[in-house]
């Protein structure tokens, strides 16, 4: 099996555009700034989307994955357009996984709309319900004999502005153990896909505020070369071989940032992670895991 993980691609509304930021606040003029910095590099992200799936067809990918942070602030037209970009993978559970990441549920107000949920609802599928523990999270997809992909949570609405720590939770923990110990899942290799990164570039732990609380417990359940933890939120891609404390990690950057583009071809074996390459969208291998 081939799963083509990209993650970040941030689509980004140009919020100079957006009629209530035209009320002149000093405030919003100067958030605007940082935003057209924003804005520029996410200026294509919707053809650089396009061009990822182009490449998944064109590289016989399996699965798509997309490890969160599909918007930059969760605005709904953001998410209509990250869904238009994916085209019709946005409705196929078969060939396509997504998660949140922080950036999707961004304020209170698409958190409680359900942004997320509403604009990727064909997608939010599990094939063994029996192990969901908070709404559809463990979303478990068994695909063909050997491999099982398991998408969780970890964004969650920042009680403070700035602060961008992921927890999954001992609910979703506990569902992801019980999930592991299912006898259809012990041929199989786990991808779990979750925003926050375990580990840095480095191999450490990210900071207090960014990172991912509880990656020690994720680690106790997914170690070892039949699993892998796809994630996101670090703008960066990078890969850390499996041992036997912790899974493979496979960190997607951010796919679109412009000047930085990319995502990891993934390959699936025997119910063991193969390794992976790094790519960029419309070209070759530009290096190998
Ligand atoms: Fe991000
Ligand atoms: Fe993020």
């Given at each position: 099996?081939?799963?083509?993980h990209c993650s970040d691609v941030h689509v980004t509304l140009d919020y100079l555009k957006l009629p209530l930021l035209k009320l002149g606040w000093r405030r919003w003029i100067a958030l605007g700034e940082l935003w057209r910095g924003r804005a520029r590099a996410y200026s294509e992200a919707g053809d650089t989307i396009r061009q990822i799936v182009r490449d998944f067809h064109s590289l016989g990918a399996d699965h798509l994955i997309v490890s969160g942070d599909l918007t930059a602030y969760a605005l709904p037209g953001e998410f209509e357009g990250a869904r238009a970009a994916l085209g019709e993978l946005a409705s196929d559970p078969r060939r396509c996984t997504v998660i949140p990441g922080n950036h999707d549920v961004y304020t209170p107000g698409a958190y409680r709309d359900q942004r997320f949920e509403r604009t990727f609802q064909p997608l939010l599928r599990s094939d063994l319900p029996e192990y969901q523990r908070e709404g559809i999270w463990p979303m478990v997809r068994l695909w063909g004999e050997d491999v099982a992909i398991i998408g969780l949570k970890s964004a969650r609405v920042p009680a403070v502005p700035g602060l961008s720590f992921g927890v999954i939770g001992r609910r979703q923990l506990g569902g992801l153990r019980d999930a592991v110990n299912d006898p259809r899942l012990s041929e199989r290799a786990v991808v779990v896909v979750v925003h926050h990164a375990p580990l840095t570039r480095r191999g450490r732990r990210d900071k207090l505020h960014h990172g991912l609380a509880d990656k020690?417990?994720?680690?106790?359940?997914?170690?070892?070369p039949r699993f892998a933890v796809l994630h996101g939120h670090i703008h960066q891609r990078y890969h850390h071989a499996a041992t036997e404390t912790r899974p493979h990690l496979f960190g997607a950057g951010s796919s679109t940032q412009r000047g930085r583009e990319g995502y990891w071809l993934i390959e699936v074996e025997r119910g063991r992670i193969a390794g992976g390459r790094m790519l960029e969208p419309g070209a070759a291998a530009a290096s190998a895991a």
């Amino acid at each position: 099996m081939r799963i083509l993980h990209c993650s970040d691609v941030h689509v980004t509304l140009d919020y100079l555009k957006l009629p209530l930021l035209k009320l002149g606040w000093r405030r919003w003029i100067a958030l605007g700034e940082l935003w057209r910095g924003r804005a520029r590099a996410y200026s294509e992200a919707g053809d650089t989307i396009r061009q990822i799936v182009r490449d998944f067809h064109s590289l016989g990918a399996d699965h798509l994955i997309v490890s969160g942070d599909l918007t930059a602030y969760a605005l709904p037209g953001e998410f209509e357009g990250a869904r238009a970009a994916l085209g019709e993978l946005a409705s196929d559970p078969r060939r396509c996984t997504v998660i949140p990441g922080n950036h999707d549920v961004y304020t209170p107000g698409a958190y409680r709309d359900q942004r997320f949920e509403r604009t990727f609802q064909p997608l939010l599928r599990s094939d063994l319900p029996e192990y969901q523990r908070e709404g559809i999270w463990p979303m478990v997809r068994l695909w063909g004999e050997d491999v099982a992909i398991i998408g969780l949570k970890s964004a969650r609405v920042p009680a403070v502005p700035g602060l961008s720590f992921g927890v999954i939770g001992r609910r979703q923990l506990g569902g992801l153990r019980d999930a592991v110990n299912d006898p259809r899942l012990s041929e199989r290799a786990v991808v779990v896909v979750v925003h926050h990164a375990p580990l840095t570039r480095r191999g450490r732990r990210d900071k207090l505020h960014h990172g991912l609380a509880d990656k020690d417990a994720l680690f106790r359940i997914a170690r070892g070369p039949r699993f892998a933890v796809l994630h996101g939120h670090i703008h960066q891609r990078y890969h850390h071989a499996a041992t036997e404390t912790r899974p493979h990690l496979f960190g997607a950057g951010s796919s679109t940032q412009r000047g930085r583009e990319g995502y990891w071809l993934i390959e699936v074996e025997r119910g063991r992670i193969a390794g992976g390459r790094m790519l960029e969208p419309g070209a070759a291998a530009a290096s190998a895991a």
